[in-house]
C-alpha cells in the first residue's frame, strides 16, 4: 500500500475498533466499573500496571482488584494501612507490590492527585510527564524491585502500560471506550501503547523502519507517522494497530 492507501486503511480500521463492543475484552473494562474521576484513575493504574501477558487474565486480575476495593478504590487507598494483609498476585506482581502502590497513591492524594504527578517542565515532552509521575511514586519508601512496574522513558523503554493508561485518561469519551476525564497532557501528544502487536504491524507498515526494538525511539517514530495520518488525535491509531494485531493477525 502507498501512503494514502495507508491513512486511509487505518483510519478506517480506527472507526471499526473504537466502538463500546471493544471493552469487554479488554482491560479497559475493569475502569468502566466506576463513574468518580479519582476511582476511575487509580484503579485504571493498577489495571495498567498488570497489563502485560494474556488479556483474559489481566481481566481476571482486574475483576479480583473490582472485588477488593468495593465501591470506591479511592476511598479504600486513603483508608489503607500498610500492615493490611493483601491477597493478590498477577505474574510478577505480587501482594508485596500492590501494598507499596496503595501506600505511594495515598501519599499522591495527600498532596496534588495523581495527574498531578504527570507535570513536567514548559517545553518537555511527554516523556518527562511520565518520568516525573515515575519519580513521584517511587518517593514511598520502596522495594527496589517495584522500580520493574515502573518503566522509564529516560532511558529508552516505550512505557506501553503507561502510555496506554494516559490513553484512557485523556482521549475523549465521544466514542464509548477512553475517559477523557484529564488534561494535563493534550491528546495530540498522546503516543500509540508499543506493544508485540502494534509494533508488528506497524513494522509491516513500514511505521517505524527496521528497527526491531520497542523501545523509546521507536514509540516516537511511530508517534511522528501517526501524527502524519492523524494529527489531532494520533493515538486513535492505536485502536486500528492493535485490532489488526490482535484480531485479525493481520
Known amino acids: 500500500m502507498n501512503p494514502s492507501e495507508i491513512k486511509e486503511f487505518l483510519l478506517w480500521k480506527s472507526e471499526q475498533y473504537e466502538h463500546p463492543n471493544f471493552i469487554e475484552t479488554d482491560p479497559i473494562s475493569i475502569p468502566h466499573h466506576y463513574a468518580r474521576k479519582e476511582d476511575i484513575e487509580i484503579i485504571g493504574l493498577l489495571v495498567a500496571l498488570i497489563a502485560w501477558g494474556n488479556?483474559?487474565?489481566?481481566?481476571?486480575?482486574?475483576?479480583?482488584?473490582?472485588?477488593?476495593?468495593?465501591?470506591?478504590?479511592?476511598?479504600?487507598?486513603?483508608?489503607?494501612?500498610?500492615?493490611?494483609?493483601?491477597?493478590?498476585?498477577?505474574?510478577?506482581?505480587?501482594?508485596?507490590?500492590?501494598?507499596?502502590?496503595?501506600?505511594?497513591?495515598?501519599?499522591?492524594?495527600?498532596?496534588?492527585?495523581?495527574?498531578?504527578?504527570?507535570?513536567?517542565?514548559?517545553?518537555?515532552?511527554?516523556?518527562?510527564?511520565?518520568?516525573?509521575?515515575?519519580?513521584?511514586?517511587?518517593?514511598?519508601?520502596?522495594?527496589?524491585?517495584?522500580?520493574?512496574?515502573?518503566?522509564?522513558?529516560?532511558?529508552?523503554?516505550?512505557?506501553?502500560?503507561?502510555?496506554?493508561?494516559?490513553?484512557?485518561?485523556?482521549?475523549s469519551p465521544n466514542k464509548g471506550v477512553d475517559f477523557g476525564i484529564w488534561n494535563i497532557i493534550s491528546i495530540q501528544e498522546l503516543h500509540v501503547p508499543l506493544d508485540v502487536h502494534t509494533g508488528n504491524i506497524a513494522r509491516k507498515l513500514n511505521m517505524i523502519g527496521h528497527r526491531k526494538q520497542n523501545d523509546w525511539v521507536s514509540s516516537e517514530l511511530l508517534h511522528?507517522?501517526?501524527?502524519?495520518?492523524?494529527?489531532?488525535?494520533?493515538?486513535?491509531?492505536?485502536?486500528?494497530l492493535f485490532g489488526l494485531g490482535a484480531f485479525e493477525k493481520f
Not at 511522528?224 to 486500528?240: G, R, S, T, V
Open 224 to 240: 511522528d507517522k501517526c501524527c502524519a495520518i492523524c494529527p489531532e488525535d494520533p493515538a486513535k491509531l492505536d485502536f486500528a
Open 55 to 171: 488479556r483474559k487474565a489481566i481481566i481476571q486480575s482486574g475483576k479480583r482488584l473490582i472485588q477488593l476495593f468495593g465501591e470506591s478504590p479511592h476511598d479504600y487507598v486513603m483508608h489503607f494501612e500498610g500492615h493490611r494483609q493483601l491477597d493478590f498476585v498477577h505474574r510478577t506482581f505480587s501482594s508485596n507490590d500492590l501494598r507499596f502502590f496503595l501506600l505511594a497513591l495515598k501519599n499522591i492524594y495527600h498532596k496534588e492527585g495523581l495527574e498531578a504527578t504527570f507535570q513536567r517542565p514548559r517545553g518537555g515532552g511527554i516523556q518527562f510527564a511520565i518520568a516525573n509521575f515515575r519519580k513521584a511514586i517511587l518517593e514511598t519508601p520502596h522495594d527496589p524491585m517495584v522500580k520493574r512496574h515502573l518503566s522509564n522513558p529516560l532511558i529508552n523503554s516505550s512505557c506501553k502500560r503507561i502510555n496506554m493508561f494516559l490513553r484512557w485518561m485523556v482521549r
